[in-house]
């Protein structure tokens, strides 16, 4: 079964950028900085921590609550960058 799309939910938004996580607090700060600096702004960028063990969540949170449009989860249990990308287009 397909979400439908709803257009006042993303009309904001005109695409997502999902940012897969796994113990890559030396590179995040960089990877995300990039996004900030992009001159086009109506996008949403999603990351997703796949239960770090380093300080990823922590460096990606930091970031996150500066920005309205970027939002961070954390999963329960490791499921890989493909199965996030997945989880997340269906949120």
Do not use: W
Not at 30 to 52: P, T
Not at 66 to 87: E, P, Q, T, V
């Amino acid at each position: 079964m397909q979400k439908e799309f709803s257009f006042k939910e993303n009309k904001k938004y005109i695409f997502n950028i999902i940012v897969p996580v796994f113990n890559s607090e030396k590179f995040l700060e960089k990877c995300l900085n990039s996004i900030i600096k992009q001159s086009y702004k109506d996008f949403r960028v999603q990351v997703v921590d796949d239960c770090s063990t380093d300080s990823s969540y922590e460096v990606a949170s930091e970031i996150c609550a500066n920005y309205d449009n970027f939002h961070l989860r954390k999963n329960s249990r490791r499921l890989g960058a493909l199965n996030n990308i997945y989880k997340m287009n269906d949120s």
